[in-house]
Every structure is written in C-alpha cells, then in structure tokens.
C-alpha cells in the first residue's frame, strides 16, 4: 500500500470505475492525481482514499470510522464534499467519529466532545460536551467562541 501508486490501491480495493467515481465525491480532480504514489499523500489524503475505497464496496456491516484531522489540505470546497460523504456514511447506518480543529467541520457535527482549555499540561479535561449549540453557549469552551 505504502509504495503502490493511488490508482493501484483503487483498483485493488474495489475497481477502477466505482472506485474512481467515490473518490471524485472527496477530492476536486484539480488536486487529486491518480497516478501519485502513495506516499506523496497526506494523511488526511489516505484517509479519504480509504473513505472512497469503501464507498465503492457494497453495503456491509456496520463500520465505525475514526478520523484525524481529514481536511488538513482541503480546499474549502472539498471540504463540503467531505462533509457529505461523511453524512452519507451516518445515513447508511455507520458511525463517525472526527478529531478536528475546522469550525466547519464542527459546526456541521451531531455532538462535539471539547477537550481542554488549553495544549498539553494545560489541557486533557472535557470542557465542554454537546451539540454545536450548546459549545457555542459554553463559557469554558475555547472552541465555542469562535463557532
């Protein structure tokens, strides 16, 4: 996988065509080229090929998805793209779950868990748990402030 060129993984995973056609769902043809080795990607990126890889497949059992950071290196607009699919995932009956800093992103969640306040020593405590709504409205909340 680490070595093989993307179009190599997808065709592998699950097929040219249907693999092809998810993973267009994920990234704009502008910054994605199938031909890169998979080891020019970012980990965001292999995440959203992994994403796409799945798509492809039939529908199976239930799946929990955990994320890092997926739209580190999106472009805005792919990032909307990212948001339906992973609201696709949910409406096929998986679960997703998102470590993430874009306020998009969180604004878009079902239920955000905010750990803090700060980095480090500073931080590792919920500070706040809850729909957008109530991190928003959450005095001890970083992340509310800026949602």
Do not use: M, Y
Not at 63 to 75: A, C, I, S, Y
Not at 79 to 104: A, F, R, T
């Amino acid at each position: 996988w680490q070595t093989s060129p993307v179009r190599a993984v997808c065709e592998r995973a699950a097929g040219v065509g249907r693999t092809t056609q998810s993973a267009r769902r994920l990234f704009s043809p502008a910054f994605w080229n199938i031909s890169s080795a998979s080891t020019t990607l970012s980990g965001g990126e292999a995440q959203r090929i992994k994403l796409a890889t799945h798509l492809a497949r039939p529908a199976d059992a239930h799946t929990l998805f955990l994320l890092d950071e997926p739209t580190t290196g999106l472009h805005f607009g792919d990032i909307q793209k990212l948001l339906n699919v992973l609201d696709l995932l949910v409406e096929k009956g998986h679960s997703v779950v998102v470590v993430e800093h874009n306020l998009d992103l969180i604004r878009n969640a079902d239920w955000v868990i905010d750990i803090g306040p700060g980095g480090g020593r500073h931080g590792g405590r919920v500070v706040a748990a809850g729909p957008p709504s109530v991190i928003k409205q959450s005095l001890d909340s970083e992340t509310g402030k800026f949602l």
